[in-house]
């Protein structure tokens, strides 16, 4: 491996040395490394550092060139391992360790039998498409701090509800507020990894960005905290007809079959999480680390922390236009439609998830009340 067959990138305050052939795709003759996540390692940087101490000790369990884990000893000054079972990657971190004069740990394993071995206080997963297989083991090595990436946001949203079921056991289906969905079911299926071991998870922060899903949970032992969280679990009773839904919380929750808005038979989305998605304190802290540091997609990270601290923290969203149509209601300006909401007295939001999404506690009989007001 030549450091002339590659070039040298800048991310953060960090060197990362990317060989000639790279992919943003499955391949073990090529390194993995994708310029569009340094946003997401932005957001990284920033929120770990507001959630973890300097004594955590950190897992890039799946690390490709190795851009995360470098990056999380450099700038936070964490220990970190990363490993990674493909060679050339292996060799892509070393390199990138020594690039930075970092002494971390690098280590050329499956990273199942990683986790299932050893424990860390923050274990990161950034797997190509599914972490469903690496979601068993995460939780077990867990000790505080559990990162998972999903790009497989087609069977997480319903779009391939067979692939959806094989690999998070839930029942999806393509709704008006799919990432969300999807969402829910990635946290759904990590709640369900985590409780054998007795450990539960609390959600600090979640977000979908394209096709691109990231969370950062807290996860701690507990049993009684365990039994709470299986609460948090649910099903979404939908109507395809007219966008009504109602929200049915724990495992065994007897769904609602018949839409009480307009008659029509519902579809049962589920199991999923119902429960928070973030930590509005760890947000604001993120949001101040930001500031403080040198970082490449600053503006488009602070857009995204800013949007999830302020959506309300109940589940769901309408989109509006599917609901204009759906009801044959005219548009007007979803920051209207907002405010007009709050003045009748609901809760009203956007949502990262969307731009053209609104949260809020308003019945679907009062929010296309709001929407037609004006256009009698
Ligand atoms: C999406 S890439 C990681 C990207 C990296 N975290 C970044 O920020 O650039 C996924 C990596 O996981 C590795 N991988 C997949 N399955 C693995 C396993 N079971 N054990 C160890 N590494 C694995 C692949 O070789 C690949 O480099
Ligand atoms: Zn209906």
Redesign the pocket.
Do not use: H, I
């Given at each position: 491996m030549d450091p002339a067959d590659g070039k040298i990138v800048l991310e953060g305050d960090t060197k990362i040395w990317i060989p000639e052939n790279t992919a943003?795709k499955?391949s073990?003759t090529s390194?993995?490394?994708?310029p569009e996540?340094e946003l997401?390692?932005d957001i990284s940087i920033a929120v770990l550092n507001a959630i973890s101490d300097e004594k955590f000790v950190f897992l890039?369990?799946?690390?490709?060139?190795?851009?995360?884990?470098i990056r999380v000893a450099n700038e936070l000054g964490l220990e970190t391992t990363l490993?990674?079972?493909?060679e050339l990657?292996y060799r892509t971190i070393r390199k990138n360790a020594e690039l930075n004069g970092l002494n971390v740990e690098i280590k050329n394993?499956?990273?199942?039998?990683?986790l299932s071995e050893s424990k860390f206080d923050v274990v990161?997963i950034?797997?190509?498409g599914s972490p469903a297989?690496?979601l068993d083991a995460a939780c077990y090595s867990a000790r505080k701090i559990l990162c998972v990436?999903a790009?497989d946001t087609a069977p997480l949203s319903g779009a391939h509800p067979a692939s959806g079921l094989r690999k998070y056991s839930a029942r999806t289906y393509k709704t008006d507020f799919y990432p969300e969905i999807g969402m829910r079911t990635l946290l759904g299926k990590i709640a369900r990894s985590s409780s054998p071991y007795d450990k539960f998870i609390e959600p600090l922060l979640s977000h979908a960005t394209r096709h691109y899903f990231r969370t950062y949970l807290s996860i701690k032992r507990g049993k009684r905290e365990t039994n709470k969280m299986m609460q948090e679990i649910g099903f979404i009773s939908y109507c395809k007809n007219c966008l009504f839904r109602e929200y049915f919380y724990g495992v065994d929750a007897q769904v609602g079959k018949i839409c009480p808005h307009c008659g029509d038979k519902t579809i049962s989305i589920g199991p999923l999480w119902l429960g928070r998605l973030h930590d509005r304190d760890v947000i604001e802290d993120a949001l101040q680390e930001l500031e403080l540091r040198n970082l490449g997609k600053k503006r488009e990270a602070r857009k995204i922390l800013e949007s999830c601290k302020d959506e309300m923290a109940i589940p769901g969203y309408y989109d509006y236009h599917v609901l204009s149509k759906v009801h044959g209601v005219k548009l007007k300006p979803i920051e209207v439609v907002i405010k007009e909401l709050k003045e009748d007295g609901y809760g009203a939001t956007r949502t990262h998830f969307s731009g053209t999404g609104i949260k809020t506690d308003a019945g679907i009989a009062e929010l296309v009340k709001v929407m037609g007001r004006g256009f009698e």
């Open positions: 943003v499955r073990s390194v993995f490394y994708n996540m997401a390692r890039d369990a799946l690390a490709g060139s190795g851009a995360r884990g490993n990674d079972w493909n990657a394993e499956n990273a199942k039998v990683l990161d950034d797997p190509f297989v690496f990436t790009t």
